[in-house]
Antibody, heavy 117, light 106 residues
Framework: QVHLVESGGGVVQPGRSLRLSCAASGFTFSGSGMHWVRQAPGKGLEWVALIYSGGGNQFYADSVKGRFTISRDNSNNMLFLQMNSLRADDTAVYYC??????????WGQGTLVTVSS | SYELTQPPSVSVSPGQTASIPCSGDNLGDKYGNWYQQKPGQSPVLVIYEDAKRPSGIPERFSGSNSGNTATLTISGTQPMDEGDYYCQVWDSNTVVFGGGTKLTVL
């Protein structure tokens, strides 16, 4: 079955960087688009980024454009999110999710990122 | 940017029908998707492309989308259906979520 496991979260100071990873299994990773979605404590879902199956197309929410980069390694079934210039309002649980482009059909358990001095 | 609006909360008695609306400009021209999230858990897709149910989602979950409103309907609502529900669309190369609706079964 589809299995997505995020890692890399933690506490980081404002302005610093962090790289999240998502290990995928149970499906043809190289044939699937992938999303990152986040959820601030007590708040709703906020889409962050999408990468197409081949990695050649990426799309971002305005709130992270220019600071975050989504990438993937299809050889090792891995998804990444490089987060630079982190701010307090980036504090959230970050989920990776498998997409058909228009929606997300399987989600990981999430990894918590806390931006605080 | 595109916006989706949901009521913050909906209440329903066990066994009754719950309807959760989601509104947006010409929403009926896009595919509406719905997610359920229970406390402490990851979201689960319950309806995609307006009215399709993923494998494993009970038949009591259904969806519709027309005009400016998409609706998630839960027939014969059970206590286990309590949680937060989010509508979502794909618009202009971005994923847009509604603010979420807390469903209470009491």
């Amino acid at each position: 079955q589809v299995h997505l496991v995020e890692s890399g979260g933690g506490v980081v100071q404002p302005g610093r960087s962090l790289r999240l990873s998502c290990a995928a299994s149970g499906f043809t990773f190289s044939g699937s688009g992938m999303h990152w979605v986040r959820q601030a404590p007590g708040k709703g879902l906020e889409w962050v980024a999408l990468i197409y199956s081949g990695g050649g197309n990426q799309f971002y929410a305005d709130s992270v454009k220019g600071r975050f980069t989504i990438s993937r390694d299809n050889s090792n079934n891995m998804l990444f999110l490089q987060m630079n210039s982190l701010r307090a309002d980036d504090t959230a649980v970050y989920y990776c999710a498998r997409g058909p482009i228009g929606f997300a059909d399987y989600w990981g358990q999430g990894t918590l990122v806390t931006v605080s001095s | 940017s595109y916006e989706l609006t949901q009521p913050p909360s909906v209440s329903v008695s066990p066994g009754q029908t719950a309807s959760i609306p989601c509104s947006g400009d010409n929403l009926g021209d896009k595919y509406g998707n719905w997610y359920q999230q229970k406390p402490g858990q990851s979201p689960v897709l319950v309806i995609y492309e307006d009215a399709k149910r993923p494998s494993g989602i009970p038949e009591r979950f259904s969806g519709s989308n027309s005009g400016n409103t998409a609706t998630l309907t839960i027939s014969g609502t059970q206590p286990m259906d309590e949680g937060d529900y989010y509508c979502q669309v794909w618009d202009s190369n971005t994923v847009v979520f509604g603010g979420g609706t807390k469903l209470t079964v009491l």
